[in-house]
């Protein structure tokens, strides 16, 4: 699955080096390379025996529709939306506009993802108030 949601292109990924704070970029990275959501364990959504895979987490979340990711795409929806990331702030109004509102959300998923996955760490003060926010100041820059 992983092998599909690589980029269809050679370049250095953007998440490398788009402004975003170290946790949200380890999250990212984490979620690219498989270590998240990392080794399965009971979902918090307590449903018959539920694991947190990423099949389940996807469908727990409502990840496709909170990510407005359509149901034909190939790959999972957090993946769908990190290859669609821009390589310069994106100049069009519509554009700007989309990633006001995905950004936000893929962070704050990701976080719950982390937290659900790995409810024996220590989360405190790892919760940003204003999620992306760094990346969202650059996409206006």
């Known amino acids: 699955i992983r092998l599909a949601a690589c980029r269809p292109y050679i ?13 949200e970029r380890s999250r990212v990275v984490r979620w690219c390379i498989g270590f998240l959501p990392g080794k399965p364990v009971p979902c918090w959504c307590h449903r018959d025996g539920a ?21 034909t795409a190939t790959i999972d929806p957090i993946s769908f939306v990190l290859n669609k990331l821009p390589k310069k702030p994106p100049k069009e109004q519509r554009h ?14 990701l976080y719950e993802i982390d937290f659900n996955c790995h409810p024996n760490e220590d989360f405190t003060n790892s919760n940003d108030p204003d999620p992306g926010r760094l990346f969202l100041n650059w996409i206006k820059s």
């Open 11 to 23: 370049c250095i990924d953007p998440i490398l080096w788009l402004p975003m704070t170290t946790k």
């Open 51 to 71: 694991l947190t895979t990423t099949t389940h987490l996807i469908e727990c979340f409502h990840l496709r529709a909170i990510l407005e990711v359509p149901d």
């Open 96 to 109: 700007q506009q989309y990633w006001n509102r995905i950004w936000p959300q893929l962070c704050k998923a």
